[in-house]
């Protein structure tokens, strides 16, 4: 008897892809999924009524981009396995050795997968690398449509072995079938499932090949004239490294190899596999266009053919592997074969009833065009080599709702997918190592991995969900395919990683939306269908005005760009009228028309707290803003409306444990919401100021945790604690009792933000093991998948660190809130990152890419510390000489009032760390 442990088939993995091009999934299973590359599905906005129909969405099941391995030493029989390991992809009837490896070990670190294919049976390791050109603070690298897959071979036996490694990739161009197509089941999802496949259209497919120095290009092409476009464009599939050889282009039963073919001459179930087993390496045939056209005849036709066709015909077919597969078989039979013109004949019948097999009765299907590349070399004992294989796309086509076409940002750069593929090459020892340094720097840290896991995690939603328009405007989904794109509320919680890594996205996000304020100083609500038209029912919501408000300020505190803020303020000042206005009692707090907001199926009313704290969030930004543009009324205006607002707060929703849901004339709902803070959350997490004491926060947490945490639920959104009385539009509600990781993360940041990191911690390994348990670690799901606003995990960074910058004042502040004297993690600013580490009485900045400028540095201090005398600081090993003061825990380095110290490097004041220099402060102790 068999004892298997079963576990979770994992849903979700690592996004490979571009900003804004569409992405591919490798999952833990060594395969590709969710191919959202093409214009259409969840990816892309509804196309117009008369451009849809059945089946256009190009079938890419798990092994359309599949790889193989093939050891051989000598004496013994080749071995080949497929590096994945999914049951429907099996052919134990005909393709027994074919075995998938025995495990495969998987390392996800956005944007980096490690797979390590284990094989017992196998005289080799083989692991692979697969990224995404994703490169902090360098938009137009991060934006290439297309990734990286890095495969390391290493001779673990005493004998020299012959490798080779080949990769298969399916043809989805010019994919569009009428209402008529029909089901094939060459085109199935291997669970007998059948797929519409094109029929009765030419896809005018060509494939090539180009071969440079140390790189071998297949590019996939058409010139098909279809109504719906979105699938015309180009792919290329590229290897670098070892001996190349090639299959330019074939019919995707060979390629697949999991389909018998019955004919006249037998029945086979051939596949280029076959060959690749018995050889090691590929036919190199380069038929550039489908054979269908080069036997039209009939039999009787064929049977009357001269010997000059005879000749040319044969020729041109061994430019297919598929007929070079069925000429080897006769060679096999009669080394004589197709010599003589009855042979010919015959070989030429025998490749024609194949072809009917693959084509159907007058070529009606359109499968041919798949290709495979496929590298290989020699191995001494223990010697490891690397093979680079790149896959890219370009599909200009990306409809708006209307029909109009938006197109993609990456046509500004590249002519097609082969231009994409040289790209990728050429720059690929800069792109790897910048790439492969982030990935791991966000893992570099003496924090908890599930912190890692978090930060890393919830990014490749940024590539997952967002659109970079040819015009340059950008946006991410609220949920892939669901609500709309750079909806306010929720890129108030999930952009602190754009802003960070790349701000001019965040910047045109916001200035896209400002465009559709109302008159009334409405804020838009979100995008749908395209990057022009928003959701009009939108405007009844009365968050996003306060939101819209504090993300200006945020982003212009971390970029410093004072004409960001100036061609906001008009959508400020308006703003801002729009929230007094919701105030009708005059006590600061907003209390008319207050029931809509991002919690949108759940009526609250009167005061909610949710909607005052944000509220007095926006108060305090729109002062720092109107301080900072000279509008100095204003701005005393606005002070007053905070200090009345934040007294109103304590007395109308304060009940002694926590503030109330909302209060309504002499009602009130007590339920305990865990969002109640959100405006004092953000507010004290980018640095613009406070105002509740830190006490009072403390307190408000410790009471979210303890009516709203279980440890087998999770934070739940609200609950009534013990003795309350439920009101009935919120009791049971499904708002209310659901568990918004994007919700979960924010609260765990300021719960670590205010001191309490333990719990904070506890949160995020909750959410951890909620997800792994579902095997959905990198999709997480609110209103839709892959969803924007758990993106807040990166929150949780800044608040672990204590990371705020302000390039306005030029003041940067590190702030540890772990406690102990060791500490290590990264820091992101707008223009660089690196790390901060605490250790041995010393406080290292370190900047690996980009710079970092500050005129004024604040650094967290054990409380041990009592005085400002006795630092030390050197930058590269110089002394430097700041202006020291101790502020509670934070040692305040001023280098603006002493102008640094001038080196023969550098003749400017030393406060601006470029890469690869260090900042080393000497004497925590």
């Given at each position: 008897?068999?004892v298997?442990?079963?576990?979770?088939?994992?849903?979700?993995g690592?996004?490979l892809?571009?900003?804004?091009?569409?992405?591919?999934e490798?999952?833990?299973?060594g395969?590709?999924?969710?191919w959202?590359?093409?214009?259409?599905?969840?990816?892309?906005?509804?196309l117009?009524?008369?451009?849809?129909?059945?089946?256009?969405?190009?079938?890419?099941?798990?092994?359309?981009?599949?790889?193989?391995?093939r050891?051989?030493?000598?004496?013994?029989?080749?071995?080949?396995?497929?590096?994945?390991m999914?049951?429907?992809?099996?052919?134990?009837y005909?393709?027994?050795w074919?075995?998938?490896?025995?495990?495969?070990?998987?390392?996800?670190r956005?944007?980096?997968?490690?797979?390590?294919?284990r094989?017992?049976?196998?005289?080799?390791?083989?692991?692979?690398?697969?990224?995404?050109?994703?490169?902090?603070?360098?938009?137009?690298?991060?934006?290439?449509?297309?990734?990286?897959?890095?495969?390391?071979?290493?001779?673990?036996?005493?004998?020299?072995?012959?490798?080779?490694l080949?990769?298969s990739?399916?043809n989805?161009?010019?994919?569009s079938?009428?209402?008529?197509?029909?089901?094939?089941?060459g085109y199935?999802?291997g669970?007998?499932?059948?797929?519409?496949?094109?029929?009765h259209?030419d896809?005018k497919?060509?494939?090539s090949?180009?071969?440079?120095?140390?790189?071998?290009?297949?590019?996939?092409?058409t010139n098909?004239?279809?109504?719906?476009k979105?699938?015309?464009?180009?792919?290329?599939f590229?290897?670098?490294?070892?001996?190349?050889s090639?299959?330019?282009g074939?019919?995707?039963?060979?390629i697949?190899?999991t389909?018998?073919?019955?004919?006249a001459?037998?029945?086979?179930?051939?596949?280029?596999?076959?060959d690749?087993?018995?050889?090691?390496?590929?036919?190199?045939?380069?038929g550039?266009?489908?054979?269908?056209?080069?036997?039209?005849?009939?039999?009787?036709?064929?049977?009357?053919?001269?010997?000059?066709t005879?000749?040319?015909?044969?020729?041109?077919?061994?430019?297919?592997?598929?007929a070079?597969?069925?000429?080897?078989?006769?060679?096999?039979?009669?080394?004589e074969?197709?010599?003589s013109r009855?042979?010919q004949?015959?070989?030429?019948?025998?490749?024609?009833?194949?072809?009917?097999?693959?084509?159907g009765?007058?070529?009606t299907?359109?499968?041919?065009?798949?290709?495979?590349?496929?590298?290989?070399?020699?191995?001494?004992?223990?010697?490891?080599?690397?093979?680079?294989f790149?896959?890219?796309?370009f599909f200009?086509?990306?409809?708006?709702?209307?029909?109009?076409?938006?197109?993609?940002?990456?046509?500004?750069w590249?002519?097609?997918?082969?231009?994409?593929?040289?790209?990728?090459?050429d720059?690929?020892?800069?792109?790897s190592?910048?790439?492969?340094?982030?990935?791991d720097?966000l893992?570099?840290?003496t924090?908890?991995q599930?912190?890692?896991d978090?930060?890393?995690?919830?990014?490749?939603?940024l590539?997952?969900?967002?659109?970079w328009?040819?015009?340059?405007?950008?946006?991410?989904w609220?949920?892939?395919?669901?609500?709309?794109l750079?909806?306010?509320?929720?890129?108030?919680?999930g952009s602190?990683?754009?802003?960070?890594?790349?701000p001019e996205?965040q910047?045109?996000?916001?200035?896209?939306?400002?465009?559709?304020?109302?008159?009334?100083?409405?804020?838009?609500h979100?995008?749908?269908?395209d990057?022009?038209?928003v959701?009009?029912?939108?405007?009844?919501?009365?968050?996003?005005?306060?939101?819209?408000?504090?993300?200006?300020?945020?982003?212009?505190?971390?970029?410093?760009?004072?004409s960001y803020?100036?061609?906001?303020?008009?959508?400020?000042?308006?703003?801002?009228?729009?929230?007094?206005?919701l105030?009708g009692?005059?006590?600061?707090?907003?209390?008319?028309?207050?029931?809509?907001?991002?919690?949108?199926?759940?009526?609250?009313?009167?005061t909610?707290?949710?909607?005052?704290?944000?509220?007095?969030?926006a108060?305090?930004?729109?002062?720092?803003?109107?301080?900072e543009?000279?509008?100095?009324?204003?701005?005393?205006?606005w002070?007053?409306?905070?200090d009345?607002?934040?007294r109103?707060?304590?007395?109308?929703?304060?009940?002694?444990?926590y503030?109330?849901l909302?209060?309504?004339?002499?009602e009130?709902?007590?339920?305990?919401?865990s969002?109640?803070?959100?405006?004092e959350?953000f507010?004290?997490?980018?640095?613009?100021?406070?105002?509740?004491?830190?006490?009072?926060?403390?307190?408000?947490l410790?009471?979210?945790?303890?009516?709203?945490?279980?440890?087998?639920?999770?934070?739940?959104n609200a609950?009534?604690p013990?003795?309350?009385?439920?009101?009935?539009a919120?009791?049971?509600?499904?708002?209310?009792?659901?568990?918004?990781?994007?919700i979960?993360y924010?609260?765990?940041?300021?719960?670590?933000?205010c001191?309490l990191?333990e719990?904070?911690?506890m949160?995020?390994?909750?959410?951890?093991?909620?997800?792994?348990?579902?095997?959905?670690?990198w999709n997480?799901?609110?209103?839709g998948?892959?969803?924007?606003?758990?993106m807040?995990?990166?929150?949780?960074l800044?608040?672990a660190?204590?990371?705020?910058?302000d390039?306005?004042?030029?003041?940067?502040t590190?702030?540890?809130?772990?406690?102990?004297?060791r500490?290590?993690?990264?820091?992101?600013?707008?223009?660089?990152?690196?790390?901060?580490?605490?250790?041995?009485g010393?406080?290292?900045?370190?900047?690996?890419s980009g710079?970092?400028?500050?005129?004024?540095?604040r650094?967290?201090?054990?409380?041990?510390?009592?005085?400002?005398?006795?630092w030390?600081?050197?930058?590269?090993g110089v002394?430097?000489?700041?202006a020291?003061?101790?502020?509670?825990?934070?040692?305040?380095?001023d280098?603006?009032e002493?102008?640094?110290?001038?080196?023969?490097e550098?003749?400017?004041?030393?406060?601006?760390?470029?890469e690869?220099?260090?900042?080393?402060?000497?004497?925590?102790?």
């Amino acid at each position: 008897m068999s004892v298997i442990e079963g576990r979770i088939q994992h849903g979700s993995g690592i996004v490979l892809g571009g900003l804004g091009t569409g992405s591919v999934e490798i999952r833990p299973d060594g395969y590709f999924h969710d191919w959202q590359i093409f214009n259409l599905g969840e990816w892309a906005p509804p196309l117009p009524i008369e451009f849809r129909h059945p089946g256009q969405i190009p079938y890419m099941p798990p092994g359309a981009l599949a790889f193989f391995v093939r050891s051989e030493q000598e004496g013994e029989a080749p071995r080949v396995r497929r590096l994945g390991m999914r049951n429907d992809l099996q052919n134990l009837y005909s393709l027994p050795w074919l075995k998938s490896v025995e495990e495969i070990r998987f390392d996800g670190r956005y944007p980096v997968a490690q797979l390590s294919y284990r094989d017992p049976d196998l005289p080799i390791s083989v692991e692979s690398c697969m990224f995404s050109p994703i490169v902090p603070h360098d938009a137009r690298t991060s934006g290439t449509p297309g990734f990286y897959v890095v495969m390391k071979v290493k001779n673990q036996s005493e004998r020299p072995v012959r490798v080779s490694l080949a990769g298969s990739l399916r043809n989805p161009l010019a994919w569009s079938s009428p209402s008529r197509g029909f089901i094939d089941p060459g085109y199935c999802d291997g669970r007998g499932n059948g797929y519409v496949v094109p029929e009765h259209i030419d896809r005018k497919l060509s494939n090539s090949i180009t071969r440079l120095e140390d790189t071998t290009i297949l590019t996939m092409r058409t010139n098909a004239e279809l109504e719906c476009k979105a699938t015309v464009g180009s792919m290329a599939f590229s290897v670098s490294g070892g001996e190349h050889s090639f299959i330019a282009g074939d019919f995707t039963e060979y390629i697949q190899g999991t389909q018998r073919w019955r004919t006249a001459y037998g029945s086979y179930c051939w596949s280029f596999l076959n060959d690749f087993r018995k050889r090691g390496v590929l036919p190199c045939t380069d038929g550039s266009t489908s054979p269908v056209d080069l036997l039209r005849y009939s039999d009787d036709e064929i049977e009357g053919l001269d010997q000059g066709t005879c000749n040319r015909l044969v020729g041109e077919l061994q430019r297919y592997a598929f007929a070079v597969a069925i000429r080897d078989r006769e060679l096999d039979l009669d080394p004589e074969a197709l010599r003589s013109r009855e042979s010919q004949i015959e070989y030429i019948k025998a490749v024609k009833c194949v072809m009917e097999a693959f084509v159907g009765a007058g070529g009606t299907r359109q499968p041919w065009g798949d290709g495979a590349l496929c590298s290989s070399f020699e191995l001494a004992p223990g010697e490891e080599r690397k093979v680079r294989f790149t896959l890219s796309w370009f599909f200009p086509h990306l409809y708006a709702s209307d029909g109009s076409i938006m197109g993609h940002m990456y046509e500004n750069w590249f002519a097609d997918a082969e231009d994409v593929s040289r790209f990728l090459n050429d720059r690929y020892e800069e792109i790897s190592r910048k790439t492969r340094a982030f990935a791991d720097s966000l893992y570099d840290t003496t924090l908890d991995q599930e912190l890692s896991d978090a930060w890393s995690g919830q990014l490749s939603t940024l590539v997952k969900s967002s659109w970079w328009i040819k015009d340059g405007r950008f946006a991410v989904w609220e949920g892939l395919g669901c609500c709309g794109l750079h909806t306010t509320d929720i890129t108030y919680h999930g952009s602190f990683s754009i802003i960070a890594l790349f701000p001019e996205l965040q910047k045109r996000q916001m200035q896209m939306g400002a465009q559709h304020q109302l008159s009334d100083g409405r804020v838009h609500h979100l995008f749908r269908g395209d990057l022009q038209t928003v959701d009009e029912t939108g405007y009844e919501r009365v968050d996003m005005n306060q939101q819209f408000i504090m993300l200006v300020l945020r982003d212009y505190l971390w970029t410093g760009d004072r004409s960001y803020l100036e061609s906001l303020w008009p959508n400020i000042v308006k703003a801002m009228d729009f929230i007094k206005a919701l105030d009708g009692n005059d006590d600061g707090l907003p209390d008319k028309n207050t029931r809509l907001n991002t919690y949108d199926a759940w009526d609250l009313r009167g005061t909610p707290v949710y909607i005052a704290c944000l509220t007095l969030g926006a108060y305090q930004a729109a002062v720092r803003i109107a301080k900072e543009l000279g509008h100095d009324a204003l701005a005393q205006e606005w002070t007053g409306l905070l200090d009345k607002g934040r007294r109103s707060l304590e007395t109308v929703l304060w009940n002694g444990e926590y503030y109330s849901l909302w209060v309504d004339g002499d009602e009130r709902d007590e339920c305990c919401m865990s969002d109640q803070l959100d405006g004092e959350w953000f507010a004290r997490l980018v640095g613009f100021g406070s105002f509740l004491p830190t006490q009072r926060v403390q307190d408000t947490l410790k009471a979210i945790i303890r009516y709203n945490y279980e440890a087998d639920y999770g934070l739940a959104n609200a609950s009534y604690p013990p003795g309350m009385k439920p009101k009935r539009a919120t009791y049971k509600n499904a708002q209310v009792e659901g568990t918004w990781t994007g919700i979960e993360y924010a609260i765990a940041s300021m719960l670590i933000d205010c001191g309490l990191f333990e719990d904070g911690l506890m949160l995020v390994k909750n959410i951890d093991h909620r997800y792994r348990r579902a095997g959905m670690i990198w999709n997480h799901v609110e209103c839709g998948s892959h969803y924007y606003r758990a993106m807040s995990s990166w929150a949780t960074l800044l608040a672990a660190t204590g990371f705020k910058v302000d390039m306005a004042d030029r003041i940067v502040t590190m702030n540890s809130r772990t406690g102990g004297e060791r500490f290590r993690a990264p820091w992101y600013s707008a223009t660089g990152w690196g790390m901060m580490d605490r250790a041995d009485g010393s406080f290292t900045i370190a900047c690996a890419s980009g710079e970092l400028a500050f005129d004024t540095l604040r650094v967290g201090v054990p409380r041990s510390v009592h005085g400002a005398e006795g630092w030390r600081v050197t930058l590269d090993g110089v002394e430097l000489a700041p202006a020291v003061t101790l502020e509670g825990n934070l040692l305040i380095l001023d280098f603006a009032e002493t102008g640094g110290v001038q080196t023969v490097e550098h003749d400017e004041k030393p406060a601006r760390l470029r890469e690869g220099q260090i900042l080393k402060i000497i004497g925590l102790l």
